[in-house]
């Protein structure tokens, strides 16, 4: 029983790093830059993620899992309860200061606290 114990500090200095960036990427995200578009992201700090699009007519959902490596999140959707049919299977945003930029390069996700006027 006394080895757990012991490990716990061990445990908790090499995982901070992850926690750290993860709480950095975190949060509620809005798509700015895209005309007659609305889209917003949450980043959950458990590594979950929500999405939605909407485009006129279209509206497309997604949730499941998020990671960070190499200067971009990338979402991987799962089918749920919620949505059964993802708008995506795997998305990557490329991490631009604290802005998140979708592959094809239009727009950003920002949280309203990073938006600059």
Do not use: C
Not at 33 to 54: A, C, I, K, N
Not at 55 to 83: C, H, M, P, Q
Not at 91 to 110: E, I, K, M, N
């Amino acid at each position: 029983m006394r080895a757990p114990i012991a490990l716990l500090p061990l445990t908790a200095f090499l995982a901070s790093p992850l926690l750290a960036q993860a709480s950095e990427r975190t949060g509620h995200y809005y798509l700015r830059g895209v005309m007659e578009t609305g889209s917003e992201l949450m980043l959950h700090p458990d590594g979950r993620f929500q999405w939605y699009l909407v485009y006129g007519a279209l509206d497309l959902f997604a949730e499941g899992r998020w990671t960070e490596k190499d200067g971009a999140v990338i979402l991987t959707s799962e089918k749920t309860k919620d949505v059964p049919n993802p708008g995506f299977r795997t998305l990557t945003l490329t991490v631009r200061d604290r802005s998140l930029v979708p592959p094809d390069g239009q727009g950003a996700y920002v949280r309203p606290a990073d938006e600059k006027d």
